[in-house]
């Protein structure tokens, strides 16, 4: 397969896991944390009755059954493209643009962006080492997945060079190799609950790790896989979205055993959908739409988030206003849907054009 195409496919896994995301972010109606509280509870507002918010319950909870996964997924997947393609030929350069990319914005986000926004809302429950605990990597700071990404990427590299070049192994038998470990992290954190130490989302490492490396896996072992696929192809889709609400069901039923049964078929749904979406449709991402949400992912993701907590909030203190039915519940979960792609897409674009005033400006005073 020619590298434009793959490169397609992998841009749409990333507007469908941006998109899916989003929905489950939207998707919550409490906000309780390790670190602090908002004492932000919209179940007790909303009627046992409604159909719509048990609808937007049961799409949560599949949501969240792989969409973590998914976005690691296509970290490793780009990341096996740019080591076939000769990029990180050394450690210092790996650490100068994954440092660049993910620790300074989740410092920067954290600290200008989120923090704020979360004291205000009463999320530290006005207690600074709340602060502290929540940026050193305690509590659920949607953010983890940065940190955790880092140190998946340097784990991952420092791996892959010691079994090239010390060990003398070939490349698909280095990603394999590496899942031996990787796999029983996964194991020793979701099926045995041992979980390593929480804070700077170490524990994250142990248990996204395995993903990373099935995208690697994805890309070297493509054009066997995209074989399976040719034919009957929506056939195959159809057996695996079918297949993936099995398993789906069982472990929404307490019956974790199947959780990486639910997991794994989750994406090769996702994943085969984009190989016969790209197929099909040949310029579905010149959609402007489209191109908007993948030009802006990471942003959608890093400033998208709190807006739930700051609509959250108003909404808390004017509950005598609004009586919670159908109507009310769909409306809450689109605005805060359409309300996160726009924060998203609005910050960076406001961000660009003020670094693009001030740049004028002092041009303007050296004249």
Known sequence: MADNKKNKEIELLRIFATILVVLGHSGFYTITTSVGSMGC???????????????????????????????????????????????YKTTLELLKNKISRLIIPYILVSILYNIPILWCANYFEKNAYNVILYLIGFGKNHLWYLVALFFIFVLTYICNFILKRFMKVQKK??????MMPALIMYLLN???????????????????????????????????????????????????????????????????IFLFEEQIFGILFWYSICYWMISRFH???????????????????????????????????????????????????????????IVGIAIPNLLKKLKQFYKERGNYYEL
């Open 190 to 256: 979701d099926y045995m609950g041992i979980h390593v130490p929480e804070i700077a989302y170490i524990d994250r490492v142990a248990k996204y790790w395995m993903w990373f490396l099935i995208g690697m896996i994805l890309v070297e072992f493509e054009d066997k896989i995209k074989k399976v696929l040719e034919e009957k192809t929506i056939l195959k889709i159809c057996g695996m979205f079918v297949i993936w609400m099995f398993f789906f069901l069982l472990v929404d039923k307490g019956k974790s």
């Open 283 to 341: 310029d579905l991402l010149n959609n402007r739409i489209l191109k908007l949400i993948n030009t802006h992912s990471m942003d959608i993701y890093l400033y998208g988030v709190p807006v739930n907590y700051i609509i959250m909030t108003i909404l808390i203190h004017i509950n005598g206003v609004i009586h919670m039915n159908n109507i009310t519940s769909l409306f809450l979960f689109v605005s805060r849907s359409f309300f996160q792609i």
């Open 173 to 178: 038998t280095a990603i394999v190799a590496m």
């Open 41 to 87: 509870d919209w179940t007790k507002y909303i009627l046992d009755g409604t159909i719509i918010y048990k609808i937007i319950g049961f799409g949560t909870r599949i949501i969240y059954s792989c969409h973590m996964q998914l976005f690691i997924l296509i970290s490793g997947m780009v990341f096996q493209i740019c080591l076939n393609g000769g990029k």
